[in-house]
């Protein structure tokens, strides 16, 4: 490892980055100074530009990857190296607003049908129940789920917070059904070792398999049923700061995002013309 990557993981290190964010910045910088074939502690705002511009303009890249490499080489620039704003001048491009994939209830049933495996269909139905992240769920220890106040404890999140959502009395009772089975020590959903958790690849793949076998569509992925919870709680009237905390999102306007999903509200709200010609009948009017 050299003394720069040292430095860099370090610095992330102290300020309590998560090992993942880690790994992508790291990487990042290191594609960036392999691109130019220097170290880049000898490349400056001109070069960042001109490889952003690769990756869009060459390579393809998403706008996401585009966003990701730029918070990175920010980063480095800024506080590891003690360069300052090296990159202030290049800015973020618009977001893309796409609306998340949502399944229906039929949808939901067919799915966990399809899932052949007691232990697989334990966690995807877990992630949904609780609107929990893959990375969450496959992280569940057994002392997570409170049966005294019906509450999962999910331990340092995204952003590094604890939050506690809803545990469901169905949920409850076939996580019963299903320690009774396995038998579970420390992780609720151990992989191939007690000792380590269920890879999120594994899940991943579980969804995939399951989606096809259900002849479903929708792709369909564990944050697809996250997405549907926060749906469908929102149709069933629950407030939408509940539903915010229980997805443990920062800003409120990231769980605004569901109203515009739902088709079942959509469905039920009277357009102006209707609302004109109640107005007019009430008026006595043709």
């Known amino acids: 490892m050299t003394p720069l990557r040292k430095r860099m993981i370090d610095e992330m290190e102290m300020r ?16 960036f100074a392999r691109h130019f074939s220097q170290s880049p502690e000898r490349l400056h705002a001109e070069h960042v530009r001109e490889y952003l511009l690769y990756l869009v303009q060459e390579k393809k ?12 080489l920010r980063y480095f620039y800024r506080w590891v190296l003690k360069a300052g704003e090296v990159v202030q001048e290049i800015r973020c491009p618009r977001p893309e607003r796409r609306l998340p994939i949502v399944l229906s209830f039929d949808e939901v049933q067919r799915f ?18 609780a609107g929990l992240r893959i990375s969450e769920v496959v992280h569940l220890q057994v002392t997570d789920i409170d ?23 169905i949920l409850l009772q076939m996580l019963r059904h299903y320690w009774m089975a396995a038998r579970p020590v420390s992780y609720l959903f151990p992989g191939q070792s007690l000792n380590r958790p269920m890879s999120v690849s594994t899940v991943e793949r579980v969804c995939h398999a399951a989606q096809k076998k259900a002849a479903l569509d929708k792709v369909v992925t564990p944050h697809t049923l996250r997405h549907s919870f926060a ?18 999102h920062a800003s409120p306007r990231t769980t605004v995002l569901y109203t515009h999903v739902s088709t ?13 010609n109640q107005a007019s009948k009430g008026q006595g009017r043709p």
């Open 231 to 248: 749906t469908h709680l929102l149709e069933a009237g629950t407030d939408l700061r509940v539903i915010q905390a229980l997805l443990g």
């Open 61 to 72: 890249r998403a706008w996401g990857t585009y966003k990701q490499a730029l918070a990175a």
């Open 16 to 31: 309590n980055f998560a090992p993942k964010t880690i790994r992508i910045y790291v990487d990042i910088v290191a594609r």
């Open 264 to 276: 079942k509200l959509i469905g039920q709200t009277k357009s102006p013309l209707d609302l004109l």
């Open 147 to 169: 049966s005294q106040r019906m509450v999962i404890r999910v331990h340092q999140g995204k952003r590094k917070k604890d939050r506690y959502t809803l545990l469901s009395p």
């Open 112 to 129: 966990f049908a399809a899932i052949a495996s007691f232990k697989h269909r334990m966690i995807l139905m877990t992630a949904y129940a």
